[in-house]
């Protein structure tokens, strides 16, 4: 299986706790992604850490050494990854925004998570205008990137209820435990080759390990 593996690389610019989860299923030796560099923005960057600890290749592209050069700045992330031969860019809570000529070179091969249930609620803030605007749900989304921010074909989304007395930080904590299930399985489909896009529509192979499960606090729409 090893042979096999794609080769992945996560973006990260802060703590990194999808990161986590996805090298955590990465353990598993059926897991179809290897996990090969961690890249960050932010030389503190905590996940970085984590990655260096696991004996995984780290990386730091200071978006601060560019002073607003974002083609010198995406070219030296494309750069790292073709020196690692990277197959699938995964952004988690990576915050910058990417360049369209970056972008098209990984058009269906990077993925991002973004913590509302898109198209509702691109940008920061999430957690505060989902309770502002009075939504019941909210949730999280896995995407292949596009060009334009938080658009791009949706491969699954999980949703979480909105309760009266929640907080941002309390429905953040809801959703990010999502997160952490989401974005491991939407990773092992896109390396498993189960997922085919057309146009804006994602495709989950029959017989791949698709499902709608749900649980009490939950709905993972995969
Ligand atoms: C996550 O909630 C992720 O959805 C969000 O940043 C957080 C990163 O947490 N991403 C975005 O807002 C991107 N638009 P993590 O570093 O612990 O994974």
């Known amino acids: ?20 989860a996805i090298l955590d299923a990465a353990k598993s030796p059926d897991y179809p992604a290897e996990i090969v560099l961690v ?3 932010k030389p503190d960057a905590k996940g970085l850490e984590t990655a260096a600890n696991l004996g995984i290749a780290t990386q730091v592209v200071d978006h601060k050494d560019y002073k607003g050069n974002r083609e010198a700045f995406d070219a030296q992330i494309h750069a790292h990854l ?14 910058r925004i ?12 990077m993925l991002n998570i973004h913590p509302s249930l898109l198209p509702s609620f691109k940008g920061l803030d999430t957690h505060e205008r989902a309770i502002e605007t009075g939504c019941r749900l909210a949730g999280c989304t896995v995407h292949f990137v596009r060009a334009d ?3 791009g074909p949706i491969l699954c989304q999980a949703a979480v209820p909105v309760l009266d007395d929640d907080s941002p930080d309390s429905l953040a904590a809801r959703i990010l435990k999502a997160e952490h299930r989401i974005y491991p399985h939407a990773v092992a489909l896109v390396a498993g080759d189960k997922v085919t896009v057309e146009g804006m529509r994602v495709r989950i192979d029959e017989g791949s390990d698709t499902k709608l499960c749900a649980n009490s606090e ?3 729409i995969f």
């Open 1 to 20: 299986m090893a042979a096999n593996k794609k080769r992945v690389a996560v973006l990260i610019s802060g703590r990194g706790s999808n990161m986590t």
């Open 39 to 41: 890249l960050a923005n």
């Open 82 to 95: 073709e020196a690692h031969n990277i197959e699938l860019v995964v952004l988690a809570g990576f915050m």
């Open 98 to 109: 990417l360049t369209p000529g970056f972008v098209g070179k990984w058009t269906d091969k």
């Open 149 to 151: 921010m938080d658009s």
């Open 218 to 220: 939950a709905q993972l």
